[in-house]
């Protein structure tokens, strides 16, 4: 037998094996938010076929040989997607301190510990905006692909991209000290094209900025433009020419109007929003208005954070909270992020729940974190909702989210890619808190939760 021939007959019999090595599972639920904001289904059954949801309904057929999850009572939803977090990063070490006291192993560590956090509290997608030690966030994302450790499906940033004296560079240290400083500085349109490539080269899945000045720094103030329009539209063009995205951080008004103009595809914080800036959002649907704003009162209650950042924290916050009700005023879709670990890894709910607070629908907010979110990372094809073709990414909690929020706090079931990640589901309706659950992996994983 020529290896040609040898060949083919190798794939033909991988490809007729496949049947019988994806397993079909059938998860059954009192009710389904679908995460296209239709109304529920209830009862809800979806079957799930290696990694995809083959069928949904409220009663299907299960096929024989099937392995039938029966959640009871539960309400399941797509699993859900948080635009923004810094999973290498821990809550209690600011990023300026941990030039100086960490090190990139320890942020890989701290990495697989995050993401599996996160993942078990439901998020099974997370764009990660960057971490302190440059592209340790690449490495994270791989492990993860590869099964090594449980976690969301990440696309990474690899090394954000700063100005000197802005958001993005160290400033509490003397000019006389040789800090490691990230290597993420460029100023001038020439040095932010190298930057974009040189992201690229090593990973990055897009391009973080920071447009406008960081509440947790010493550097321009938040509410400044920090990169000229052309730095930013540099950028923009270099990503595009890459097929691949640019998120903007920008906290002021200014930078926000520059970051849309330019062609960012999102608006990170988005804390000044102003009327004109909702208009040209309103204009220009490329680009998404992805706030943060639950993550104010731990900002304010943590240790590590300097006196002079929480009285910038504080400023920028409640105007923040304006920004979003003027956006939900205007009926603008509104991307979900929580920047974690600003806010403790693993809380990345809450903002759902702060959102409702100041009077986001529940739906609304499930959406955001769902379908819409998986539309602002161009992913809609494969996540976002529980519908068939749609990656097998589930989640279930006790009772209903529409008529209370916080039960998202205590997920008790998560799947991601048809892999059962934890089922503790009745536990976690009697208990009505947040808490560990049992790590079910199907071959892929060995740990424990
Ligand atoms: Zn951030």
């Not at 800090?179 to 932010?192: Q, T």
């Not at 209370?404 to 934890?422: A, E, H, N, Q, T």
Request: some cysteine.
């Amino acid at each position: 037998m020529s290896r040609r021939i040898a060949l083919t007959v190798l794939i033909f019999a991988w490809a007729a094996a496949q049947p019988a090595f994806a397993q079909t599972v059938v998860v059954r639920a009192a009710r389904l938010i679908d995460g296209r904001g239709g109304p529920p289904l209830e009862p809800a059954m979806v079957r799930i076929n290696g990694d995809r949801i083959e069928e949904v309904g409220p009663t299907i057929q299960v096929p024989a040989g099937a392995t039938v999850i029966d959640l009871g009572s539960a309400t399941l939803l797509p699993g859900l997607i948080d635009l923004h977090t810094h999973l290498t990063d821990r809550n209690d070490v600011h990023w300026e301190t941990a030039l100086t006291t960490t090190t990139p192993p320890e942020a890989a560590l701290w990495g697989a510990r995050n993401a599996r956090v996160t993942l078990m509290a439901g998020f099974t997608t997370c764009r990660d905006m960057g971490p302190t030690w440059p592209y340790v966030d690449v490495e994270l994302r791989k492990a993860i692909e590869a099964g090594a450790v449980p976690g969301p499906r990440l696309l990474v940033a690899g090394n954000y991209v700063s100005s000197t004296g802005g958001a993005g560079d160290a400033r509490q240290f003397s000019i006389y000290l040789d800090v490691p400083f990230v290597r993420n500085l460029a100023d001038g349109p020439e040095e932010v094209v190298k930057a974009v490539r040189t992201n690229f080269k090593y990973g990055a899945d897009f391009i973080k900025i920071l447009v406008t000045g960081a509440v947790l720094s010493k550097g321009i103030p938040p509410g400044a433009q920090q990169y000229s329009d052309a730095e930013i539209a540099a950028a923009v063009t270099e990503a595009n020419r890459w097929g691949r995205p640019v998120a903007a951080h920008a906290h002021g008004a200014e930078g926000i109007k520059a970051a849309i103009r330019a062609g960012v595809r999102t608006v990170d914080h988005g804390s000044y929003l102003d009327d004109e800036a909702v208009r040209l959002l309103k204009d220009n649907r490329r680009t998404y208005y992805v706030p943060t704003l639950a993550l104010g009162s731990y900002m304010q209650e943590a240790p590590h954070v300097p006196a002079s950042e929480k009285a910038r924290g504080r400023i920028v916050n409640e105007i923040a909270v304006g920004g979003f009700k003027r956006a939900l005023a205007a009926n603008l879709p509104i991307g979900l992020a929580t920047d974690a670990p600003v806010m403790p890894h693993g809380l990345n709910a809450r903002e759902l729940e702060y959102r409702v607070s100041l009077g986001e629908s529940p739906m609304h907010a499930i959406v955001a974190a769902t379908s819409l979110n998986a539309e602002i990372l161009g992913m809609q094809d494969r996540i976002g909702s529980v519908t068939p073709g749609k990656l097998a990414d589930l989640i279930a909690v006790g009772g209903n989210p529409l008529t209370s929020i916080s039960v998202l706090r205590d997920v008790g079931f998560v799947m991601k890619d048809g892999v059962v990640y934890k089922n503790d589901i009745r536990a976690a309706a009697s208990r009505g808190s947040a808490g560990a659950g049992a790590f079910i992996g199907r071959g892929r994983q060995d740990a424990k939760e």
